[in-house]
């Protein structure tokens, strides 16, 4: 039989990447001849698996005493990523430039290779990296320190007790400190019986401002009465 089997099969050569795949024909056993497989004429089902891959399965047809090749690349399983946002706060992830989705409480899966991740914030700066994803089911882990996007500005009056107003939005009375968003801002102080008081405000993310204090000047034409009981 063995003889019979060698004189009417067909050496067949099959290439795997990565090289220590295991091959199977479903439902025959191996027979080697100088490193090639020996198969009887017709169709054979392949199965071929390796760590860290997504298992392969294809149909192949030998012909009757003609030599045939074949080549077959596994594919890579996904890596997994976990990106930790510093501090730990409620985030978006962007990868490769697409559209920002809400940060998922499990890693993110990932083809194997390299990938841009931006991870952001409300009121805090992006925080962008690339990253070497190695696939195979393989962990890793990616940690954003988030900058804030704002910077704690003083304020006092004289008299206190003026109402802040950041970009026409109440933030605060004199005296304070608090947080205001970075760029160019204007800064109002309003007081009963005062003048407004505003001027222009410019702010640098995590650069702390302390500013003079602002003594405010009676209203125009404000008449204060007093009365005594007789």
Do not use: M, N
Request: no cysteine.
């Amino acid at each position: 039989f063995v003889a019979f089997f060698v004189l009417t099969a067909a050496p067949v050569e099959i290439v795997v990447e990565p090289a220590d795949a295991d091959l199977d024909i479903v439902g025959l056993p191996e027979v080697r001849l100088g490193g090639r497989l020996l198969l009887r004429p017709g169709s054979h089902d392949l199965r071929i698996v390796a760590p860290g891959f997504r298992p392969f399965t294809t149909s192949i047809t030998v012909s009757e005493g003609a030599p045939s090749s074949y080549r077959f690349t596994l594919e890579r399983l996904p890596g997994l990523l976990a990106v930790i946002p510093e501090p730990a706060v409620e985030a978006r992830v962007a990868i490769d430039g697409r559209p920002a989705v809400p940060l998922p409480a499990g890693p993110l899966e990932l083809s194997p290779g390299p990938h841009d991740i931006e991870v952001s914030a409300e009121r805090y700066q992006p925080f962008r990296a690339r990253v070497a994803v190695a696939g195979g089911g393989e962990r890793q882990e990616l940690r954003a320190p988030l900058q804030p996007d704002w910077a704690e500005i003083t304020i006092a009056s004289q008299p206190a007790g003026a109402s802040i107003v950041i970009d026409g939005v109440a933030a605060g009375t004199t005296p304070a400190t608090i947080e205001v968003a970075a760029g160019q801002r204007d800064l109002r102080l309003e007081l009963d019986g005062y003048k407004a008081w505003s001027q222009p405000l410019p702010v640098t993310a995590g650069v702390p401002q302390a500013l003079p204090e602002v003594r405010l000047v009676s209203a125009d034409g404000l008449v204060r009465a007093t009365s005594q009981p007789a």
